[in-house]
């Protein structure tokens, strides 16, 4: 049965314009031609289509084309290659937010507690976290945490809210996390206004992890259905 690009198009709500860039893109394989010319897709199309779009949300736009494109080039294993690459990303994206879910749940015993009152300086914090002075120092040279300065001495004096800081880059990097990881998780925690406001961005992140674990499946699913075809 011959299908018309509008054919596909009214299924997903799309143009029919958006259709031909997809066949153009790779993400469909190629069309049948008419004698005049026009475009004659078959189910398989069709299946491609519910496949690439099923895609999206769980690899990203640019990601699921490339699936799509190896899919229909016949290398099928590169396919499976971009979709270990996500699936090992989501991953990460899990042990992160366990890291940071770690790292405030140690802000909140009591030895932490101690810790955060008032204000200190470099040695004394570096000691009682057990790393050197000179990591504190890298990490104020990253932007993650810089304390003032003591207008009379010019030593660096940490407050409270720079020692918590200190406190969550210390489990994270415990946990192995680059610096540019910890800089972004520390502020959204400032963006939040401390580790308790952080709450429901952690909850929103659970969600958005556990839709794109979803999607993956979804996708997945439509995949398969395709390649079967």
Known sequence: ???????LAREHGLSTQAVRNYEEAGVLPPAERTPSGYRVYAPRHAAALRAFLALVP???????SAIMRAANGGT???AFRLIDESHAELAGDRRTLEAVERALHDL???DAGEITRGRTFIGPLARRLGIRPATL???EHAGLVVPGRDPRTGYRVY???DVRDVLMAHQLRRGCYGLD???QVL????TAGGPEALQPTLREWHQRLTARGRAMLTGAAALNAYLND
């Open 58 to 64: 769980a690899h990203g736009h640019a990601t699921a």
């Open 159 to 161: 407050g409270p809210d």
């Open 1 to 7: 049965m011959g299908l018309r690009p509008v054919d």
């Open 137 to 139: 120092r890298k990490w």
């Open 108 to 110: 909140t015993l009591p």
């Open 76 to 78: 099928v294993e590169e």
């Open 181 to 183: 990881q910890i800089g």
């Open 187 to 190: 502020e959204q925690m400032r």
